[in-house]
């Protein structure tokens, strides 16, 4: 990844961070909002009340400075009977802030034995380059003949001369026919 690409992806990563605690900052004023009138969650939770008269009474207690974004979020939960999710939608984007729903796995095969120095620089180079919370392997196989492949989540990086030797005897055959 190119440092222009890098800092892209700062930036990036930045306004999606932004975004989710603004949307997290907003629906916690909804649960706390109906956590502080009794009657009204009573409302929301009973199964038998129609969902029109769950939103009459909703609209009423929904911040004044919510985004109609979140609101219409908060509707529609009320609408299908899910509003006791409300919490847990929160948990899960809190959970995709923090990396997307966990550490990301950093698998890097080498033809031989890297050193530890080697090991570190990797770690190193790909932590710049992706982030922390990157979990590492190391592992060996011969089969590569040389290079490396490294593959950070659905990312592959394939430098091995197995797959150079492999790409240039289908582009040698592509020729041939």
Do not use: C
Request: proline share 4%.
């Amino acid at each position: 990844m190119s440092d222009t690409q890098a800092r892209i992806s700062r930036y990036t990563q930045a306004i999606h961070q932004i975004m989710l605690e603004r949307w997290q900052s907003g629906l916690n004023q909804v649960v706390s909002a109906v956590a502080g009138d009794g009657a009204l969650a009573a409302l929301l939770m009973d199964p038998n009340r129609a969902a029109a008269d769950k939103l009459a009474a909703l609209e009423g207690a929904l911040p004044a400075n919510l985004p109609v974004e979140e609101a219409n979020l908060v509707r529609l939960l009320v609408q299908e009977g899910d509003f006791a999710l409300l919490p847990q939608v929160i948990a899960a984007l809190a959970q995709t802030g923090k990396g997307r729903g966990g550490p990301t796995k950093a698998d890097i095969i080498s033809a031989v034995e890297l050193t530890p120095e080697e090991q570190s620089d990797m770690r190193t180079m790909l932590t710049k380059e992706h982030g922390d919370g990157l979990v590492f392997t190391f592992a060996v196989d011969p089969a590569l003949m040389g290079g490396l492949r490294v593959r950070v989540g659905d990312k592959l990086i394939d430098t091995s001369l197995a797959s150079r030797l492999a790409r240039l005897r289908e582009s040698l055959a592509s020729v041939v026919r």
